[in-house]
Every structure is written in C-alpha cells, then in structure tokens.
C-alpha cells in the first residue's frame, strides 16, 4: 500500500515562501512521477508542478519562476519550494505519486496566503 504524507503548509504574507515535503513509502520512489496538485474552495483540482523520474520538471503557468518541485530520491521525499506567494496560490495541496496507470494521493496540506 503506497501512503503519502505532505507537510510544510501553514499561513504565509503575500510575497513570503513556504516549502511542502511530501514523504512516500513505496517501494521503488525513483521509478515514480511525482506531482503537486492544489485545490482552492469551489474550485477544480489543478496541476501545480510535475517531476518525472528523469527529474524533468513542468509547471503551471501561474506558479512559472515562482515554485520549484525537487526530489530526493534516497528519502523517498520530493518538495515544493514556494516564493513569491500571492493570496491566490491559497489552497489545499496534494502530492501525487503515479507509475503507469495507477496513481496515489496524500491527504494535503493547507496553504493560507494572507495579510
């Protein structure tokens, strides 16, 4: 059973940074895509940032030159560094482990951008 537990979110001013680690326990993390989704109130669940197990990396173009998605392979963990923060980055994010045709979810971690 594959489990994810995100952390490092919390309440931030505009214009401050946050970072969020995700921890999996799978068997093979390295052979997993690695993703950040984040949902904010009424909203659809959205794509932030994306890292294969080529670290190829893709992003959102609302969060671009903004947030930063990494991953370490051998803690099992990959992270979303997040600058420059602005009230609409609030929302709920997710970490989401995928290999083929199966895919995984943590149970988020709230992030609060505001004054």
């Known amino acids: 059973q594959v489990r994810l537990v995100e952390s490092g979110g919390g309440l931030v001013q505009p214009g401050g940074s946050l970072r969020l680690s995700c921890a999996a326990s799978?068997?093979?993390?390295?052979?997993?895509?690695m993703a950040w989704y984040r949902q904010a109130p009424g909203q659809q669940r959205e794509l932030v940032a994306q890292?294969?197990?080529?670290?190829?990396?893709n992003y959102a173009d609302s969060v671009k030159g903004r947030f930063t998605i990494s991953r370490e392979n051998a803690k099992n963990t990959v992270y979303l560094q997040m600058n420059s923060l602005k009230p609409e980055d609030t929302a709920v994010y997710y970490c989401?482990?995928?290999?083929?045709?199966?895919?995984?979810w943590g149970q988020g971690t709230q992030v609060t951008v505001s004054s």
């Open positions: 799978v068997s093979i993390f390295s052979a997993y895509v």
């Open positions: 890292i294969t197990s080529g670290d190829s990396t």
């Open positions: 989401q482990a995928r290999t083929g045709l199966l895919g995984y």
